[in-house]
């Protein structure tokens, strides 16, 4: 439920609400949500496309323009369907000789004027909720498909289960384009760290790397969440991040080879000023716990 539909049940204002709402969770009695609550402990369910698109939208603009950034000429990519995968397909226009598949209605209408760039759709079952195509036929289109980086998102993330989504259907799908990608990049706000959802989508040791903002100093859950991805090989990209308005400099990585996603292999970095250290990079995450 909303802050804005709490404040309006008990008949006091948003600040009073939000002050409550935080104290409750304190003491474990609900989970705070980004402009809400649910009750702890249980799985979320998924918004429709209307709501997910006014929910953390400055979020998902620096997300998108720091994970624009991972994107080569010439190369082909995978990106999934979901409100800030929809915000990087707009910036991808301009990425020349780019080849994009996709199973999202959204990422094609953001990229069908784009001369320079070919857009693949997959097969499937329109999913009017998402505008995403699912079912048999949008797996079955991904099998034999080989590109360099999938770029994904989900309603949940965290260091035990990796990426998850709430309907059954769409992680299929999610996870056939995993299969077809040498590099899984997730984008995920900080609303969305630590949250768990029913159908797991990418195992973390799947995930290559992560692109999401600077959670809020208060919100020690997603830092705790952000070191915990850390420790477990996730290379963190903070976008917006104190001091670099940019985002922080995405480390250089090995290619893995293809197909497949990376199995615990470990990036290599190199290069001056491509990257940093692993130990550098876990104790950025630290900071951000500790403001």
């Known amino acids: 439920m909303s802050l804005r539909e709490l404040a309006r049940v008990v008949q006091t204002s948003e600040v009073t609400v939000r002050r409550d709402v935080r104290a409750l969770e304190a003491e474990g009695l609900l989970d705070r949500r980004h402009g809400g609550a649910v009750l702890p402990g249980g799985f979320t369910r998924e918004s429709g496309f209307p709501q997910k698109s006014h929910l953390a939208t400055a979020e998902k ?67 009017g909720s998402n ?106 990209a903070v976008a917006g991040a104190s001091g670099n308005p940019g985002g922080e400099q995405v480390p250089a990585t090995r290619r893995a080879p293809l197909p497949g996603p990376r199995r615990g292999h470990v990036a290599l970095r190199s290069g001056a000023g491509l990257g940093e250290s692993a130990a550098a990079e876990r104790g950025r995450v630290a900071d951000l716990r500790r403001r």
Request: aromatic residues 2%; proline residues 3%.
């Open 131 to 236: 505008y995403a195509l699912v079912g048999s036929g949008a797996e079955q289109s991904l099998q034999g498909l080989r590109v360099s980086k999938a770029f994904l998102s989900g309603s949940g993330l965290t260091a035990e289960r990796g990426l998850s989504t709430s309907n059954m259907l769409s992680a299929s799908v999610d996870r056939a384009l995993v299969q077809a990608a040498a590099e899984v990049v997730v984008l995920a706000d900080h609303t969305k760290l630590g949250t768990d959802t029913m159908f797991q989508t990418v195992p973390t040791d799947l995930i290559t790397r992560l692109v999401t903002d600077e959670p809020p100093p208060h919100d020690d859950r997603a830092a705790t969440e952000l070191q915990a991805l850390a420790d477990q090989g996730v290379q963190i």
């Open 61 to 127: 603009t620096a997300i998108a323009d720091l994970a624009a950034s991972l994107v080569e000429e010439g190369e082909a990519i995978v990106v999934g369907a979901g409100t800030t995968t929809q915000e990087l397909a707009r910036r991808l226009a301009r990425v020349p000789g780019l080849t994009v598949v996709t199973n999202s209605l959204l990422v094609a209408q953001a990229l069908a004027h784009a001369n320079r760039v070919e857009v693949v759709m997959t097969g499937g079952t329109l999913r």
